[in-house]
DNA sequence: CGCCTATTTGATCTGATTCAAACAATGTGG
DNA sequence: CCACATTGTTTGAATCAGATCAAATAGGCG
């Protein structure tokens, strides 16, 4: 069952990354699937299931991660409403990480075979997927620049830019702050960081004017300075929109 | 195993992870494009380019990379005859990285509206192509939880048994034997790495008789236990084939 | 042989981890 | 509304994996 609302994450999204027609979005918002709500810090899929649906995320905030012999995680990416993090199990059988929600989320499961037909009658729905995708790779690459080769405020500083701009193509940033709903905790685990470090850097960034925040509101005071500190270049996400 | 040589790289590839057609497999060796002879250490695409053609490598080493500000390099990916580095720029106009030869190449440059062509025509094709780009992806990920949270000569053995793998799957290496045409830098670069650190852990693995090296010669002594140090699991590379 | 590029070794330094404990928020149930 | 538990943030001190600097070998190869 769905409900119907002006324009669904799904659509929100994909309008943030690429053109769609109206037929094309009104096809993507009558997607069938089940909603459930799930709560923080929970498994949505684990790592070598074989899933036969892929998940929308509707509300909330989730994250792919793998974990280490040595219990140690490692979060690849983070996911926001509109996206689907598990569209790959739609090509691919075995997944080969594990996706969980960092907050209380609302997902809609969506049967590959629905997700397949909607590609097969609009062909430029599998590109923007596509697309989607690619733009997917292109954050790992930001990402595992960072992890390799700079120093943890820079990896910090750049998550933050990230973070902003794909909330703010969604609506879901003011001009220049947002709702931060990670832990220092699990932001070390996204840059290979430990928490006591990420912590001292954040109180880098902030002592340097960069940032600020108060509970989780994660205020930027300087886009211009935090971007250079992050080395953050947005030709990478491929967002349609300018940015400020 | 089996003895066609005289299918081309790409098809040879594709085979590994993609149960093609004999019509496909034709259509695929007959693409377009032309040759070119690339010397080592070269780009063949820089990060920002827009190509209209994508590159099929023939023979040759070629690694996926980007450059710190701070001058440091971080390589992504390394790629083999039958891998097609560049096919993203086929959806994404601007390319977010460079492409740069490790050894002398011989690339197949195919025009991207040829490329497109053949996905039209045979849907099949698409869909192999976009299976190996979310094996790429599998790829990255391993890499990404590598660096961020393995110990050096875990992670060296990792990206010694999927090199190994991987090129095991395209007939370029022995039973446990192969031809590792990467300097200790290069490794440095791909694992987050300084080079003298990859060569006092290199000496490690060899004191553990995990490995052993003549040249560019390497030599798998204990596959068992370079898999257990590196924590590799083949999953994530979804060949077809079984795994010695 | 001599040049250039890789590998190796040694010594030193440092960014980041680890361990440990205090402190702040937030939430829970009585 | 308070005592208490829980989870997250902050601080301090000791330690370590890995970086950096510097210089000595060892291979290739024209």
């Known amino acids: 069952m769905h409900g119907h609302r002006a324009e669904t ?3 929100g999204k994909l309008d943030s990354i690429f053109a769609l027609s109206g037929e094309e979005r009104s ?6 699937g089940s909603i459930r709500e799930i709560a923080a810090d929970h498994d949505v899929v684990r790592e070598r299931d074989a899933p036969t649906e892929c998940c929308l995320i509707l509300e909330g905030f989730v994250c792919r991660y793998k974990v280490t012999d040595a219990g140690k ?4 990416s983070f996911h926001t409403p509109g996206d689907i993090p598990d569209l790959q199990s739609l090509h691919l059988e075995v997944i080969d990480h594990s996706v969980g929600t960092i907050t209380p989320s609302k997902l809609l499961f969506i049967p590959h075979e629905a997700v397949r037909e909607l590609c097969r009658r609009f062909p430029r729905i599998a ?9 997917d790779g292109a954050v790992f690459r930001q990402w595992l ?9 820079s990896r910090i500083a750049h998550l933050l830019c990230e973070l902003f701009l794909r909330l703010r193509a969604i609506g879901l940033a003011e001009e220049s702050a947002f709702e931060l709903p990670l832990t220092q905790a699990e932001i070390g685990d996204a840059l290979g ?5 990420v912590n001292r ?12 925040s108060s509970g989780r509101r994660l205020m930027i005071r300087d886009w211009r300075g935090l971007s250079e500190v992050g ?8 967002l349609i929109k300018a940015v400020a």
Chains 1, 2 share one sequence.
């Not at 620049?145 to 405020?153: F, I």
């Not at 850097?201 to 600020?212: E, H, K, P, T, V």
């Not at 080395?231 to 491929?238: G, S, V």
């Open 9 to 11: 994450p799904l659509v």
């Open 27 to 32: 096809a993507l918002s009558r997607l069938p």
């Open 73 to 76: 995680r490692q979060i690849f």
């Open 127 to 135: 590109d923007a997927f596509w697309r989607d995708t690619l733009i």
């Open 145 to 153: 620049l960072g992890v390799g080769r700079k120093e943890a405020h």
């Open 193 to 197: 960081l430990s928490t006591v470090h």
């Open 201 to 212: 850097s954040l109180q880098r960034l902030r002592a340097l004017g960069l940032i600020a």
């Open 231 to 238: 080395e953050f270049d947005p030709t990478y996400l491929h």
